[in-house]
């Protein structure tokens, strides 16, 4: 008898149909005598929906204030599906209960709209489990320390599941989505690419951080630090396949690297068109200028990607890095306000239409000529590069957006990942 973690996305929970389906297939694994814990995300689109309203009331950009509003809001989401999946469980003549995160609770810091989990309280689940009881748990949500409701950031539900499965050290957990496990790239965008039937902790953690949405960072970073067997799966299968079968499915995340890794240089290939590029230009070329200019965006908590620093021209040159786009007016705002005037630079420029793309893979650490061959190949395309960025398993380079499906389909050919592993 195991303690499995069941987690189900927006689509997956989709309809009230789609919910009686997820309660037939949580209900055949406590009856093959699991203890059962699940984890659903609003219905697909609700927190959009519930976005949506809120940026109709305001639209300019939120004041704390306003975000700790605007999680209130988007939580109400998970509440639906969670009360949704009990009664649809209790129907199926199982005893279920549904917690929402403070309930349970999953204690975050104050981060709104990117909170950050910080403990979680076991007790309650592990009394119901012992009980017989079905428990669920709202994704994407937490508390803080002052009792304010707190989201996790878009995606958040993968980190709930995975995080309540380090708290409550269970066997395994599943990651039930409308995809059947980790591809290549995004089958949206390749129809070539192929599922992947392990990938190593390190390669999803670079392909989740380079933007692949089929996992959100936190959760593999979570399945990294306490170990977590995490497996992505579908839940589009027949919900009455024979659980062996079942949890032979999809993509499991090794964490060991094992032979088989050997033979792919790259593994898989992420985008991301969340970024936008800012550029500051005429910068006085002097000891000091990256913490002048990073130190103030630091401060006002916004993540830099990609830094880039031309070479000096007559004691002056230019300095571009990534932000997300959410954070884009932000950044200009204050680079034009109080670090173009300190630094004496020329002026500030922003570039909201690129995207980045990444090949991913740990066999690139034994192979040269990696990084070469992707700008071959996106040179060929005639695609030009604005900026690059490596690490020891991932070259990432920033596009003109119009051109990302064709470079993520080049690279994914460049690269043989259309075809079958030998
Ligand atoms: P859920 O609502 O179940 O959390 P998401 O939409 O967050 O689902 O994630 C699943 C989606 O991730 C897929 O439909 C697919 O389009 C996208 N995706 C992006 N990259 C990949 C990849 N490498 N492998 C599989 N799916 C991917
Ligand atoms: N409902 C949240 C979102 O849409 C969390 C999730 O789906 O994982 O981002
Ligand atoms: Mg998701």
């Not at 707190?150 to 409550?168: F, I, K, P, Q, Y």
């Not at 959760?219 to 067997?229: C, D, I, L, N, Q």
């Not at 890794?261 to 991301?272: K, L, Y």
């Not at 793309?357 to 060929?380: D, N, P, Y």
């Amino acid at each position: 008898m195991a303690l499995i973690v069941h987690k189900y996305g927006g689509t997956s929970m989709g309809s009230t149909e789609r919910i009686r389906n997820v309660a037939l297939r949580v209900a055949k694994w406590h009856r093959a005598g699991h203890r059962m814990v699940v984890v659903p995300s609003a219905m697909s689109g609700e927190t959009n929906r519930l976005l949506g309203l809120a940026k109709e009331l305001q639209p300019s950009s939120m004041t704390p204030e306003s975000l700790r509003e605007l999680d209130a809001l988007a939580a109400t989401g998970e509440q639906v599906s969670v009360g949704l999946l009990a009664l649809a469980l209790q129907a199926q003549g199982l005893q279920a209960v549904s917690y929402a995160g403070w309930q349970v609770a999953i204690e975050t810091d104050s981060a709104y709209s990117k909170a950050r989990i910080m403990r979680i309280d076991d007790a309650r689940v592990r009394a119901d489990l012992d009980a017989g009881k079905v428990v669920i748990i709202t994704g994407f949500q937490g508390i803080d320390g002052t009792g304010n409701v707190t989201t996790l950031g878009r995606g958040g539900s993968d980190t709930s599941a995975v995080a309540v499965a380090a708290a409550l050290k269970a066997d395994e957990c599943l990651i039930y989505t409308d995809v059947d496990g980790v591809y290549t790239t995004d089958p949206r965008i390749v129809p070539e690419a192929r599922r992947l039937a392990t990938v190593s902790f390190e390669e999803m953690l670079e392909m989740a951080s380079m933007g692949s949405k089929v996992l959100q960072i936190r959760s593999v970073e979570f399945a990294g630090k306490y170990r977590v067997p995490l497996r992505v799966l579908s839940s589009f299968t027949p919900w009455d396949i024979p659980i062996d079968e079942e949890s032979r499915s999809g993509t499991l995340i090794t964490f060991e690297e094992d032979e088989k890794m050997e033979q792919a240089v790259v593994s898989g290939i992420a985008f991301n068109r969340d970024e936008a590029k800012v550029s500051v230009i005429g910068v006085p070329d002097k000891p000091g200028i990256a913490y002048q200019i990073l130190g103030p965006v630091a401060d006002a908590n916004i993540d830099v990607d990609v830094i880039i620093q031309n070479v000096s021209h007559d004691g002056r040159t230019d300095f571009s890095f990534t932000v997300n786009r959410n954070d884009y007016a932000r950044t200009l705002e204050l680079l034009r306000t109080r670090v173009v005037p300190t630094l004496g630079a020329n002026e500030v420029l922003g570039d909201t239409r690129i995207c980045k793309v990444s090949i991913v893979g740990i066999g690139m650490r034994s192979h040269v000529g990696v990084a070469s061959k992707m700008f071959r190949t996106l040179s060929e395309e005639g695609i030009n590069i604005q900026m690059i960025s490596t690490s020891e398993i991932k070259t990432s380079v920033v596009i003109d957006e119009k051109y990302m499906e064709l470079a993520v389909r080049a690279l994914h050919r460049a690269f043989d990942l259309d075809q079958p592993v030998a």
